[in-house]
């Protein structure tokens, strides 16, 4: 795992094919593209996934790799995450045509929408979408519906919506959902999650504890990775 200033976009891991986020807005799609392209040249049965949101998905970065993905075929599989809100711009004031799965169906790709509140819909959405695309059908398009109950980030004062609106969303929350649904099935639902809680408590404290323990990074290693090797040199 490798590790760099900006926080969750800079993470990756690329023994687990985790190629990590991206501080551009749509600019890990282009790069999806690239690793779709490297697999079908390869003949490897592989399925790359892109996630990004409505905001992304105005960017041209978006056009242009739905574009080539149909054209090409590429094994690539688009996840919209349509949350109603680009940062603070409410999905119908910059966008014409706000259903976006049908847009991406334009570009000659099999493309649906899904109700991303849904757990168990969405992972059934997941598991058909990726099991075409490894088949061969070509790049699939999934706009999963859903809503984001915190502001943007921890600088965004969160004026541009109601407060009414964001707890009628959070009446449909998908985690409450699903809870009830297995309590519902029967089992002990509330003593595994508690088993779940801890250990995820216990692992982000060990997290945190490696993190404060480690050494600060060398000043030499500022351009690690940054410039190639031959201008490093000169």
Known sequence: MQRRPGGS?????????????????AGGLPLAAGLALADRMRADRRVTCCFFGDGAFAEGEFHETANLAALWR?????????????????????????????RAASYGMVAWAVDGMDVEAVEQAARRAAEAVRAGAGPHFLELRTYRFRAHSMYDPDRYRGKAEIERWK???????????MREDGGPVDETLAGIERRVAAEVDHAVEAAEQAPEEPVEHLLH??????????
């Open 9 to 25: 976009m800079h993470l990756f891991d690329a023994g687990r094919r985790f190629y990590g986020g991206n501080a551009i807005v």
């Open 74 to 102: 590429l094994p690539l599989l688009l996840v919209c995450e349509n949350n109603l809100y680009a940062m603070g711009t409410a999905l119908d004031r910059h966008e014409a045509q706000t259903d976006l799965a049908m």
């Open 171 to 181: 009446d449909r929350d998908p985690i409450t959902r699903l809870l009830d649904r």
């Open 225 to 234: 990775h940054v410039t190639s090797a031959a201008r490093e040199a000169s």
